[in-house]
């Protein structure tokens, strides 16, 4: 069983589900979480939200100085076996890709999880790559 240490989750629905068992499995996670959402969506979609939020928060944390973006990208390969570092994969998507996914992720759901760092924001919007130093 999951911990209470969830804020917030989110269950997406295949087209044709049956509801029933949705409601089901989304009142077992209210037992454990603040909220709970239900989504429509595509597993495109959902590899879309993953990496522009993981690359959100690399750029975070460059923006609050825990790390140089190589070294928090370094840290991501080396400690998670990722591909690609999170502050690598703004640039992988796009920078401006990026931001745009976080925006209307971030409009569509009123959620503060997806707010785009500042980091990525500027260097969107100033066609800088993600690896600018300030």
Do not use: C
């Amino acid at each position: 069983m999951l911990s209470g240490i969830y804020q917030h989750t989110t269950v997406m629905a295949a087209p044709g589900a049956d509801d029933a068992v949705v409601r089901s499995i989304m009142a077992a996670f209210r037992k454990v979480s603040n909220r709970v959402t239900r989504i429509k969506d595509s597993p495109g979609f959902v590899a879309q939200r993953l990496q522009a939020m993981i690359a959100n928060l690399g750029s975070e944390m460059a923006q609050i100085g825990i790390a140089s973006p190589e070294d928090i990208d370094k840290g991501m390969k080396l400690g998670l076996n990722y591909p690609h570092g999170s502050v690598e994969l703004a640039e992988h998507l796009g920078v401006k890709n990026t931001l745009k996914i976080l925006e209307n992720l971030q409009q569509i759901t009123g959620e503060e999880r997806y707010r785009p760092s500042l980091w990525l924001r500027r260097r969107a919007l100033l066609n800088l790559p993600i690896h600018t130093p300030n």
